[in-house]
């Protein structure tokens, strides 16, 4: 399984971003596909995931209301809809896919990541 993610950048406190997960063949039928973020000096935090199955969603309180989880099958893609973005967010951006099979919110339960988008939420 092979995981790209893109679409991180410079955006001002209030705006929105997406992120883009391109994964490769299969891998959405197969895997639960999630996203992390990590801050400087900060652990790696759990943000969201998708079930491969029926496409349930799953958000961290943290950013709930805020971030959308979702995919284009077709495209092999997963995204991440950010709104009202803030500085506290600013981070490195990670997406990964796991097999599903415990609770998807701790990067131990993900077996393949992507390379990490850089987000800087700055006036």
């Known amino acids: 399984v092979q995981l790209q993610a893109s679409g991180g950048g410079l955006v001002q406190p209030g705006g929105s971003l997406r992120l883009s997960c391109a994964a490769s063949?299969?891998?959405?039928?197969?895997?639960?596909i999630g996203w992390f973020r990590q801050a400087p000096g900060k652990e790696r935090e759990w943000l969201s995931y998708?079930?491969?199955?029926?496409?349930?969603?799953y958000y961290a309180d943290s950013i709930k209301g805020r971030f959308t989880i979702s995919r284009d099958n077709a495209k092999n893609t997963v995204y991440l809809d950010m709104n009202n973005l803030k500085p506290e967010d600013t981070a490195v951006f990670y997406c990964?896919?796991?097999?599903?099979?415990?609770?998807?919110?701790?990067?131990?339960?993900?077996?393949?990541w992507g390379q990490g988008t850089q987000v800087t939420v700055s006036s």
């Open positions: 990964a896919a796991g097999p599903e099979i415990t609770t998807m919110r701790h990067p131990s339960d993900y077996s393949h």
């Open positions: 063949e299969d891998a959405l039928r197969y895997y639960a």
């Open positions: 998708m079930s491969r199955g029926n496409g349930g969603t």
